[in-house]
């Protein structure tokens, strides 16, 4: 069965650090791979996806992740953690058509000054 | 991220009352979601629509009814819920017929007393 693991659970980062966020899936298929995140009172606002190619992508707002397929991992990076960046984010894996995406349980982000 | 639009933004209701959950999307989209997102568990796929009709159920019980009059707008109706039930009720859409992510309302947030 499709599974994503997310496990950190709280991450404090200092403003101006470096970030990395694991996410580990479980799929028999080619995977397609999102990273979401979500601020208090709002939903998901996707900041990047993952179909094929490139292993490197990018995103909105200065993230980044890896694809990597023998370490079943899609990690999500910044170089520099700014104080909006607190919130929780969410990796998720789906087929193609991506109708039925299973997410990970979160992690939440804290930035201290 | 206004192009999905969810109302109520937040509902407290008894167990033995009836009410509905709206969500509204003006993206042109075809294929609209219901998920649930309780404390420490994973968003869970409820159901999925697309072109009006109902493609997923994900094992929801009865006393939740989806309604989809159109492709731009989808419902939630409730009766005689549990404090189980408890949660943020998020709505999604795509666009259906590509590889295109969902977009996220900022959800309901529902409470049972």
């Known amino acids: 069965a499709q599974s994503v693991t997310q496990p950190d659970i709280h991450i404090t980062v200092s403003e101006g650090a470096s970030l990395e966020l694991r996410c580990n899936y479980s799929?028999?298929?080619?995977?397609?791979l999102f990273w979401y995140v979500q601020s208090p009172g709002q939903g998901l606002q996707l900041l990047l996806k993952?179909?094929?190619?490139?292993?490197l992508v990018q995103g909105i707002k200065g993230f980044e992740a890896e694809f990597k397929r023998s370490q079943s991992s899609f990690n999500l990076r910044k170089p520099s953690v700014h104080w909006s960046d607190a919130a929780e984010y969410f990796c998720?894996?789906?087929?193609?058509?991506?109708?039925?995406?299973?997410f990970g349980t979160g992690t939440r982000l804290l930035v201290s000054p | 991220e206004t192009g999905v639009t969810q109302t109520p933004r937040h509902l407290v209701m008894g167990m033995t009352n009836k009410k509905s959950l709206k969500c509204e999307q003006h993206?042109?989209?075809?294929?609209m979601y219901w998920y649930k997102q309780s404390a420490k568990k994973p968003l869970e796929l409820m159901f999925v629509?697309?072109?009006?009709?109902?493609?997923e159920n994900n094992s929801v019980p009865s006393r939740f009814s989806p309604e989809c009059p159109n492709s731009s707008h989808l419902f939630l109706h409730l009766h005689t819920l549990q404090p189980e039930d408890s949660a943020l009720y998020l709505c999604?859409?795509?666009?259906?017929?590509?590889?295109?992510?969902?977009?996220f309302g900022d959800g309901t947030r529902l409470s049972i007393l």
């Open positions: 999604a859409s795509s666009p259906g017929t590509s590889n295109q992510p969902q977009h």
């Open positions: 799929y028999g298929a080619t995977p397609y």
């Open positions: 993952y179909f094929s190619g490139d292993t």
């Open positions: 998720a894996v789906g087929p193609q058509g991506f109708q039925k995406l299973v």
């Open positions: 993206l042109g989209h075809n294929a």
């Open positions: 629509y697309n072109f009006k009709e109902q493609t």
